[in-house]
C-alpha cells in the first residue's frame, strides 16, 4: 500500500515527467517555462491553454477518473498545437502521451489560441464524446449509485433473486478507490473474459466521504465480502486469489448487529443485548423444515409453488413420504402446516453443543453451529478488549488482517504460555481502530454469512440498496419473467412494497406529449 510519503514522491515523478515534456509548450502558449513544474498550477495553465474548464483539474485527482481524464489531457493538448489528424490522436493516446515530447521538442507547430474547440473531425469529436460519458457515468457509479443484481436467496422474501438495486453510496459516505489503476465501472474481471480488471500493485490509503447516517441495526447493507480469495464471484476452481478490499465480491446482506452489541443464536433465533431481534415489518425469515406429508394428494413440487418456496426440496425419506422444505417463510408457515396434505412441519435445528468447524471462529475450539452460537461481542472504533485465549481466536483475524493487513501494517498475534503476543510481545489487551458489524442473511438456512465467516469492518461497507428498478424472474417465460409489481419499489420501508412503475410510465407520457406539442408549435 502507498503511504503518504510514497504517494508525494509519485506526485512529484508525474510533475517531472509533465515538466520534461511540455515545458517549451508552455512558453509558445505565452507562459514562463517555470509554470509547466509546479503541481497543480500547471494543470490550470494548461486547462487555460487548451481552453477547457478550470474545473476539469478536480478531475485528474480523483482515482480511477483521473485514468480517463490524462488522455482527455493529452489529446486536448496536441490539438491546442494543430495536432488534429487520426494519427497525431492515435499516437498520443498509444504512447501514453509520451508523443507530446515529440511535439515539445522536434516539431515546429505553433500555438493556436483561437482554435475551435470542437474536434476537427468526427472521430475525435465521437472519441471525447465517448470519454466524458465515461467520466460522467464512473463519478455517479463510484461516488453516488451504484446498480447491483441479487444473485442469491440469501435474503428471500425481502430481496429476490432477479432483483435489479440501485445502491446508494452517499448514506453511508462513499469510499475512494483504493485500487487507483483499474477499469471503470467493472468490478473484480472484465466481463466475458474472466481476466482481472485492475492493478493491485498500487494501492491507496481507505478514505471514506462523510455520509449522511451509520449503518443501522437491520439496514440491509452491500459490502466488499470480507474472505473472498475468489478469483471472480462464484468462481468454483478452488483457487485462492488475494484480492484488495474494493475488488473484493460484493454481497449484500442485514446487518443484524452493529458495532457495540453483544449477539447470540440460540434454536436458529438471533439474541442481541439478550433480547430477541426485533426485525422490520418486510423482513420474513425462513428456515429448513422436514414435512411430514399424508393423504394420496400430497404433492411436494405442489406445495413448493402454493407457498412461493424459493430454494430446493430434498427427499429426507422419499418413501415414507419425509421431504426437507429448503426455505419455508414464517409469514406462510401456519398456512403450511395446516394444508390438508402436510402431516407435520418441524424446523431442521442444530442441537445445542454439537461443533460445525465451518462456523466462526472456524478453529473447532467452541461447540458452535449455524443454529447454536456466542455470545460475541462486535467491537466498535475505541473499544478496549482484554487479550485472553477466548478472545484471541474471536478477534485474531480483525487484528492481523482488517487492522494490519489492510491497512498496511504488520501485525502478528499469537498464544504462547498462556498469553497473547502481538508481534512477539505481550498485551493484556487491544484496542479496536474501527466499527465492525454482523451481516446475516434472511433465509438463515441458506445463506454464507458472518456465521461462518465473523465480522464484517467498515473498512468493507460499500452502500445501501434503496430501489429496485427492475426484477426478473428466471423461472417464468414470456412477460411473466418481469414481476411487475416489484418494478420502481423502494427497498426500506414498512408495510407491503408499493410500486411507483405508473408513476414512471405517466412522467414518460407527459414528458413525450409536451415535447411532441412544443415541436408542433415551433413548426
Not at 455517479?140 to 432477479?162: A, D, R, W
Not at 424446523?347 to 453451529?369: A, C, E, L, T
Not at 420502481?488 to 407527459?510: K, W
Amino acid at each position: 500500500m502507498l503511504t503518504f510519503f510514497n504517494l508525494i514522491i509519485l506526485i512529484l515523478i508525474v510533475q517531472v515527467i509533465h515538466f520534461a515534456g511540455t515545458w517549451k509548450l508552455y512558453k509558445k502558449a505565452g507562459y514562463p517555462a517555470w509554470s509547466a513544474a509546479i503541481p497543480v498550477y500547471n494543470a490550470i495553465v494548461l486547462t487555460t491553454i487548451i481552453k477547457r474548464p478550470k474545473w476539469w483539474v478536480i478531475l485528474l485527482f480523483i482515482p480511477v477518473i483521473n485514468l480517463i481524464m490524462f488522455p482527455v489531457f493529452w489529446v486536448e493538448t496536441i490539438r491546442s498545437f494543430g495536432k488534429n489528424s487520426k494519427l497525431d490522436t492515435a499516437l498520443v493516446v498509444l504512447t501514453l502521451g509520451l508523443y507530446i515530447y515529440y511535439i515539445n521538442y522536434f516539431d515546429e507547430s505553433e500555438y493556436l489560441g483561437s482554435r475551435e474547440l470542437k474536434a476537427q473531425n468526427k472521430a475525435g469529436e465521437t472519441l471525447s464524446s465517448v470519454l466524458f460519458a465515461i467520466v460522467a457515468a464512473t463519478l455517479v457509479h463510484t461516488y453516488i449509485m451504484q446498480p447491483f443484481t441479487i444473485p442469491t436467496s440469501s435474503l428471500e422474501k425481502t430481496l429476490l433473486v432477479g432483483d435489479f438495486l440501485f445502491v446508494s453510496k452517499f448514506h453511508y459516505g462513499a469510499k475512494t478507490p483504493q485500487t487507483p489503476v483499474a477499469l471503470p465501472m467493472v468490478h473484480d474481471s472484465i466481463p466475458k473474459t474472466g481476466l482481472k480488471s485492475y492493478v493491485s500493485e498500487i494501492q491507496l490509503p481507505y478514505f471514506r466521504i462523510p455520509g449522511f447516517q451509520e449503518v443501522k441495526r437491520n439496514d440491509i447493507v452491500v459490502f466488499n465480502w470480507p474472505t473472498d480469495t475468489v478469483r471472480m464471484f462464484r468462481d468454483q476452481s478452488g483457487k485462492h486469489y488475494h484480492k484488495p478490499i474494493d475488488k473484493k465480491s460484493n454481497y449484500v446482506k442485514r446487518a443484524v448487529g452493529v458495532a457495540g452489541d453483544s449477539l447470540s443464536i440460540e434454536n436458529g433465533v438471533i439474541y442481541i443485548n439478550n433480547k430477541p431481534e426485533q426485525l422490520p415489518e418486510r423482513a420474513d425469515i425462513q428456515y429448513s423444515y422436514k414435512v411430514q406429508g399424508k393423504g394420496k394428494g400430497f404433492d411436494p413440487s405442489l406445495l413448493y409453488r402454493i407457498y412461493d418456496i424459493t430454494d430446493g426440496i430434498g427427499y429426507a425419506d422419499r418413501d415414507q413420504r419425509i421431504y426437507q422444505f429448503q426455505a419455508i417463510s414464517e409469514s406462510t408457515l401456519e398456512d403450511f402446516k395446516y394444508h390438508p396434505n402436510v402431516a407435520s412441519a418441524e424446523p431442521i435445528i442444530m442441537k445445542k453443543g454439537y461443533k460445525d468447524p465451518s462456523i466462526f471462529p472456524n478453529n473447532g475450539k467452541v461447540n458452535w453451529n449455524r443454529d447454536q452460537m456466542g455470545p460475541v461481542y462486535i467491537p466498535k472504533a475505541g473499544d478496549i478488549l482484554p487479550m485472553n485465549e477466548k478472545n484471541f481466536s474471536l478477534y485474531r483475524r480483525l487484528i492481523e488482517v482488517y487492522e494490519g493487513e489492510e491497512m498496511g501494517i504488520q501485525q502478528k498475534l499469537t498464544f504462547k504460555n498462556n498469553q497473547v503476543l502481538l508481534n512477539d510481545e505481550a498485551i493484556s489487551e487491544y484496542q479496536v481502530k474501527q466499527n465492525y458489524y454482523w451481516m446475516m442473511g434472511d433465509n438463515r438456512h441458506n445463506s454464507e454469512d458472518s456465521r461462518f465467516w465473523g465480522f464484517v469492518p467498515e473498512t468493507h461497507i460499500v452502500g445501501k440498496p434503496v430501489f429496485i428498478w427492475m426484477s426478473w424472474d428466471g423461472n417464468a417465460s414470456g412477460f411473466n419473467k418481469i414481476r411487475w409489481n416489484r418494478l420502481f419499489t423502494t427497498v426500506g420501508g414498512d408495510g407491503e412494497p408499493i410500486s411507483y412503475f405508473p408513476y414512471f410510465l405517466m412522467v414518460v407520457a407527459l414528458s413525450l406529449g409536451y415535447r411532441l406539442f412544443k415541436k408542433r408549435k415551433e413548426a
